[in-house]
């Protein structure tokens, strides 16, 4: 049984599911990959306490404060791969960023790869299922440009602004793979 319940933000409705007292999944509204694969009954009951604790992390990051991301139980489902990815993701600074070639370099060296292509990494940046908390906003591309943000361009300058990113060196490119 999934539990969701949607949360009001300064960015927009967010979707919050949860499944055995884990949260698996926070979506922005029209976003892509769009509650992804998760799969199974789903419940609007919203008051298990993965999901109040949720909330309650939300209300602190969006008040300015920087809540722990290992506060929260997270259980996103996916590969072995993107999994490993998303626990990188885990690791970057609240206010940092880090491009996909970074990323990628990290990924090899966890999984005992020389190398990494960086274009397999943003795939598993892209369909990360638990946005905001598991911070895929803070990469961005090579040079600093704002690329590749499944919630939307608009979105990923907000939270980066909201945390405080020097956005001097940070740009929007021409023909943006964000929708």
């Known amino acids: 049984m999934i539990d969701i319940c ?31 694969s998760l799969k199974g009954e789903q419940t609007k ?21 920087k809540p722990a991301i290992s506060e929260l139980l997270l259980a996103p489902e996916g590969s072995d791969f993107r999994k490993a990815v998303w626990a990188i993701l885990c690791e970057i600074p609240y206010g940092e960023t880090i491009t996909y070639g970074e990323l990628a370099k990290k990924a090899a060296g966890k999984i005992g790869k020389e190398q990494m292509s960086a274009q397999a990494v943003g795939g598993a940046v892209g369909h990360n299922p638990i946005s905001i908390i598991i911070p895929c906003h803070r990469v961005v591309g090579a040079g600093g ?3 590749g943000y499944a919630g939307g361009i608009e979105k990923k300058i907000y939270l980066l602004t909201h945390e405080g990113v020097n956005m ?12």
């Open 45 to 65: 009951n919203g008051t298990t306490p993965i999901l109040v604790q949720a909330k309650s992390w939300l209300d602190r990051y969006f008040a300015g404060e």
């Open 6 to 36: 949607v949360y009001d933000s300064s960015i927009g409705e967010l979707v919050l599911a949860a499944k055995e007292n884990a949260l698996v999944g926070l979506w922005m509204k029209s976003q892509k990959y769009y509650f992804g």
């Open 145 to 147: 440009s704002l690329t």
């Open 168 to 179: 001097e060196e940070l740009y929007v490119p021409k023909n943006s793979t964000a929708p």
